[in-house]
Nanobody, 124 residues
Framework: VQLQASGGGLVQAGGSLRLACEASGRAFSRDVMGWFRRAPGKGRDFVSAITWTDGRTGYADSVAGRFTISRDNVKNTMYLQMNSLKPEDTAVYYC??????????????????WGQGTLVTVSS
């Protein structure tokens, strides 16, 4: 399984970005895909995840109401729409796949495959 994240960049506070994670090497079914982020000097934290079969979602409290996760089963691609961005959202964002699971886990060790990360910088 290969995961390719894209869409990061520099944006002013209050702005929006949409991240994409294209997956290849597997026909996803009973799996979960998620987004994590690592801010400067911090560990890798859960942001959001989605079940591939029926689109159930989960969000970290810090992004709920501002970020929206979605997936396109045909394109095998997951998205993260990020609105009302804050400087504290600055981080490298990673997509990940949790294979053969149909409920959302928030721990990094639950995820089997990881993308390379895309940098999001929010200026104040």
């Amino acid at each position: 399984v290969q995961l390719q994240a894209s869409g990061g960049g520099l944006v002013q506070a209050g702005g929006s970005l949409r991240l994409a994670c294209e997956a290849s090497g597997r026909a996803f079914s009973r799996d979960v895909m998620g987004w994590f982020r690592r801010a400067p000097g911090k560990g890798r934290d859960f942001v959001s995840a989605i079940t591939w079969t029926d689109g159930r979602t989960g969000y970290a409290d810090s992004v709920a109401g501002r970020f929206t996760i979605s997936r396109d089963n045909v394109k095998n691609t997951m998205y993260l729409q990020m609105n009302s961005l804050k400087p504290e959202d600055t981080a490298v964002y990673y997509c990940a796949a949790d294979i053969n699971r149909d409920f959302i886990q928030t721990m990094t060790y639950s995820y089997d495959y990881w993308g390379q990360g895309t940098l999001v910088t929010v200026s104040s």
